[in-house]
């Protein structure tokens, strides 16, 4: 079946725009991720959405940023006046909702170029 | 909270050979962990999970790993590498006060030499 898909593939933007990700989760998927990966590093947890409770925005690092998800199904992540240092791999993930342990399925990633 | 060291930012190995990637975790709790497999201009794929079941887990393209709680470890291994092998590995624990959580080490790069 289809996996996470995301889009764009890749966007190029001027520091102080604003660019919106979007991210089409698993049908059935009920939990939803956001991680960004800057190169040479690991992933960093920016945000979770699980059904209709209260995302968990821990690991988003500024107020410029911010994510919605409507219902179980498609998600934005918007970042407001990027900076240089917004430049990374953004990576969109869903799961079923397992207590054994969640697993993970991720989409090809956005890569945003701030210019 | 949760942290992970992967030891070796990038490993190389020949055709044949074993391959070995190294991962420790700190946890205070019971750790689930993952290692994903990044393939260039691709996105994660879970290559085994452990999560309190057998200590020897067995994933995806002959890869294993086996959970020491001694060690705090959780050491990737394949008995004989393949050219197909060849890309980025993360080792991942949950957080254990929200299992959905992960925390990634900063990867290992593979290489395999023909």
């Known amino acids: 079946g289809a996996g996470v898909s995301q889009s764009p593939s890749n966007k190029v933007t001027e520091k102080g725009k604003d660019v919106e990700l979007r991210c089409d989760p698993i049908s059935g998927h009920t939990a939803l991720y956001w991680y960004r990966q800057r190169l040479g590093q690991g992933l960093e947890f920016l945000i979770y959405?699980?059904?209709?409770?209260?995302?968990?925005k821990s690991g988003l690092p500024s107020d410029r940023f911010s994510a919605e998800r409507t219902g179980e199904s498609v998600s934005t992540l918007t970042i407001q006046r990027t900076q240089q240092e917004d430049s990374a791999v953004y990576l969109c993930?869903?799961?079923?909702?397992?207590?054994?342990?969640?697993?993970?399925?991720f989409g090809p990633g956005t890569r945003l170029t701030v210019t | 909270a949760q942290s992970v060291t992967q030891l070796g930012s990038h490993v190389s190995v020949s055709e044949g050979a074993l391959v070995l990637l190294r991962c420790n975790y700190s946890s205070s709790v019971p750790p689930y962990l993952f290692w994903y497999v990044q393939y260039p201009n691709q996105g994660l794929q879970l290559l085994l999970k452990?999560?309190?079941?057998?200590?020897l887990v067995k994933g995806i393209n002959g890869f294993e790993a086996e959970f020491k709680k001694s060690e705090t470890s959780f050491h990737l291994t394949k008995p004989s590498a393949h050219m197909s092998d060849a890309a980025e590995y993360f080792c991942?624990?949950?957080?254990?006060?929200?299992?959905?959580?992960?925390?990634f080490g900063k990867g290992t790069l593979l290489t395999v030499n023909p």
């Open positions: 452990y999560t309190s079941a057998a200590t």
């Open positions: 993930a869903s799961s079923t909702f397992d207590r054994r342990g969640y697993e993970q399925y």
């Open positions: 959405f699980q059904g209709n409770s209260a995302p968990d």
């Open positions: 991942a624990v949950s957080d254990g006060g929200s299992n959905y959580k992960l925390t």
